[in-house]
Each structure stands twice: as structure tokens, then as C-alpha cells.
């Protein structure tokens, strides 16, 4: 079976800080691809990074960074020195050789100012 | 590049009647996904075509939903009857390998059963 858990439903932070987002998969597949999206007030999903099984490299985009760990199963998002703008709703998602989509259930991240 | 096209953006519908919605894809982008994001809730995959072909309608509820992709290209996904519960946004999404190169998701349908 293939699924994603965020078990960070919601979360609060005061501007500024930073913060780590959660996510643990389970596939049986050795073959496998992780997306982070970012789901704005606005609706629309908007793609973040893409990792394929085989590269464990931990990789930073600006204030954004992420960190695979294949012995955990996890693939983890911290975003730091937060700002409002990125108050939205985070999804990380599973996808696998036959371009199957499987998303977690999202974690909401409130930055306050 | 034109974006994933939906239409309507909102829908407002009484219990036990139907409704459609129309997706047109990226050109040339053979996988084309319905997903279904109820309230709080992360996307749920309907159905997924390659071309005009179902890869995996699973998780479709096929007593009411039903969807078609004619000639490969455009996709209607309808529902009838609707029940209370089909309240959601319904998202649809292409791509051409996407596992490599990425989806694109449309704007969505919010569609609200009363």
C-alpha cells in the first residue's frame, strides 16, 4: 500500500521563526518520486521541489529546505525565517511509476505577524 | 504555455441532481487525474487517465460519478445523482510523465450540494 502522513495538522508560528514540516510515506516500491505543494487561500496548487528515490541530497531554495531521509521514510520541509506569505496549506505527496499521485491530508501553517 | 482550463469555477446544485465539469488539458500532456479535495482534506485521486484510457478509476464511486476523456484531449467528470457529502472542490490535473517533468493543476470546480 502507498500513503503519505502529515500528522502535523495545523500549525502557528510568529513570523520569523522557523519551521519544519513533517512527512513520512510508505511505498513497497524501490522506484518512487516525493512532491511538496504549496496550497495558497487562493486555491490553486503550486509545485515546490520534486525528489526521486535514489537521490538523498538535502537540497535549499532560498528560505526553503528540505531533508530525505530514506531510512526514515521521511521528507521533511523547514522553511526559515518565516513570513506571512507563506501562510497556506502544505502537501506532500507520493508519486510512482505509473505517475500515481498520492497526497497526505496537508498541514496548515499559520505565520503570524 | 496555457495553464489546466476547468469550468465552471463554482457550482451550486440540489441533492439528487447532476452536474458536470469540463477539463481541458495541457496540449500534449497524455495523463490526465480528477482529483476530489473535500474541506481540509488532502486531493483524492478519482480517476487517472493515459490518453483515453483509464489507468486506475479505484477509488471512483461508479454508481454516481462518471468521467471520460473523448479523443485523449478534453475530460468531463459528472455526477449523478449528487449527495450532500460530494460538497468539494474537484481539481483536475496533466501531465506528460510527470513523475519527471511535473503536473499542472487546474483552478479547480468548488461545487456546493445543497
Known amino acids: 500500500a502507498q500513503k503519505v502522513t502529515q500528522a502535523q495538522t495545523e500549525i502557528s508560528v510568529v513570523e520569523k521563526e522557523d519551521v519544519t514540516l513533517d512527512c513520512v510515506y510508505e511505498?513497497?516500491?524501490?522506484?518512487?518520486?516525493l512532491f511538496w505543494y504549496k496550497q495558497p487561500p487562493s486555491g490553486e496548487l503550486v509545485f515546490l521541489i520534486r525528489?526521486?528515490?535514489?537521490?538523498?541530497q538535502n537540497e535549499i531554495s532560498g528560505r526553503y529546505s528540505w531533508n530525505f531521509q530514506k531510512s526514515t521514510s521521511s521528507f521533511n520541509f523547514t522553511i526559515t525565517a518565516s513570513q506571512v506569505v507563506d501562510s497556506a496549506v502544505y502537501f506532500c505527496?507520493?508519486?510512482?511509476?505509473?505517475?500515481?499521485?498520492?497526497f497526505g491530508k496537508g498541514t496548515r501553517l499559520h505565520i503570524l505577524p | 504555455e496555457a495553464g489546466v482550463a476547468q469550468s465552471p469555477r463554482y457550482k451550486i446544485i440540489e441533492k439528487r441532481q447532476s452536474v458536470a465539469f469540463w477539463c481541458n488539458p495541457i496540449?500534449?500532456?497524455?495523463?490526465l487525474y480528477w482529483y476530489q479535495q473535500i474541506l481540509g482534506q488532502g486531493p483524492k485521486l478519482l480517476i487517472q487517465?493515459?490518453?483515453?484510457?483509464?489507468?486506475?478509476d479505484s477509488q471512483l464511486p461508479k454508481d454516481r460519478f462518471s468521467a471520460e476523456r473523448l479523443k485523449g484531449v478534453d475530460s468531463t467528470l459528472k455526477i449523478q445523482p449528487a449527495k450532500l457529502e460530494d460538497s468539494a472542490v474537484y481539481l483536475c490535473?496533466?501531465?506528460?510523465?510527470?513523475?519527471?517533468?511535473?503536473?499542472?493543476f487546474g483552478s479547480g470546480t468548488r461545487l456546493t450540494v445543497v
Open positions: 490535473a496533466s501531465s506528460l510523465e510527470g513523475r519527471y517533468y511535473g503536473y499542472t
Open positions: 511505498t513497497r516500491d524501490t522506484t518512487y518520486y
Open positions: 525528489r526521486n528515490s535514489f537521490d538523498e
Open positions: 505527496a507520493l508519486v510512482n511509476r505509473d505517475d500515481k499521485i498520492i
Open positions: 496540449s500534449g500532456h497524455a495523463t
Open positions: 487517465f493515459q490518453n483515453n484510457g483509464v489507468v486506475d
